[in-house]
């Protein structure tokens, strides 16, 4: 907006280039797109004791990542139902309050070393069976910004990729297209 006017109306040569663009990828897309969400945060626990209880429940007072992840697994069939095809996870699971204040929060499938951790596997197990089940696609990310440098160093990082491969293959989950592993990385991470 440029006083108070839009500074490309509808109808400016860049609308009809976004038309025309927008037009070109939706007829390639035809028949193969794939609905898809991002409430990656199905497997998330902060195993920081000094902000773990930034995620405490209202009725309980208490965190609890076991009851996130059986209402995660509890919407799947209503997301299912409204069309949603596909979702996000990731193995450093995110944050829930968005890109920002990732402060001193520790969520991540892996220790610094690139081990898995079974607690987190043991949640993206239920997730990955229901999703079967209902016939949904899981876009499996290994890391996230903001996580990513709790990894030790590079050696960590390829253990964790030969990790989550080697639990992902053997459990006859199909990994084809759908596995993220470089998701975003900040600025200054190891990566």
């Known amino acids: 907006?440029?006083?108070?006017?839009?500074?490309?109306?509808?109808?400016?040569?860049?609308?009809?280039?976004?038309?025309?663009?927008?037009?070109?990828?939706?007829?390639?897309a035809e028949g193969v797109e794939v609905m898809e969400a991002a409430p990656d945060k199905g497997i998330f626990d902060d195993e920081n004791?000094?902000?773990v209880s930034r995620?405490?429940?209202?009725?309980?007072?208490?965190?609890?990542?076991?009851?996130?992840n059986d209402e995660f697994v509890a919407a799947m069939k209503d997301w299912r139902n409204h069309g949603?095809?596909?979702?996000?996870?990731?193995l450093q699971g995110?944050?829930?309050?968005?890109?920002?204040?990732?402060?001193?929060?520790?969520?991540?499938?892996?220790?610094?070393?690139?081990?898995?951790?079974?607690?987190?596997?043991?949640?993206?197990e239920k997730i990955l069976r229901e999703a079967d089940r209902l016939g949904m696609v899981v876009i499996l990310g290994l890391f996230y910004f903001g996580q990513d440098q709790n990894m030790k160093d590079e050696q960590a990082i390829l253990?964790?990729?030969?990790?989550?491969?080697?639990?992902?293959?053997?459990s006859n989950y199909e990994i084809k297209d759908f596995l993220w592993v470089p998701r975003t990385f900040s600025r200054g991470s190891i990566i």
């Open 94 to 124: 995110g944050n829930p309050r968005g890109y920002g204040g990732q402060a001193g929060l520790i969520n991540s499938a892996f220790d610094p070393e690139g081990n898995l951790k079974a607690p987190f596997l043991e949640r993206l």
């Open 49 to 51: 004791p000094e902000t």
């Open 55 to 68: 995620w405490k429940y209202p009725d309980t007072g208490e965190w609890s990542p076991q009851r996130n």
């Open 1 to 28: 907006m440029e006083n108070k006017k839009p500074s490309q109306p509808a109808g400016s040569q860049r609308d009809e280039q976004r038309e025309k663009s927008r037009a070109k990828y939706q007829k390639r």
């Open 159 to 170: 253990n964790a990729v030969d990790k989550a491969l080697g639990w992902l293959h053997p």
């Open 84 to 90: 949603l095809l596909a979702f996000t996870l990731n």
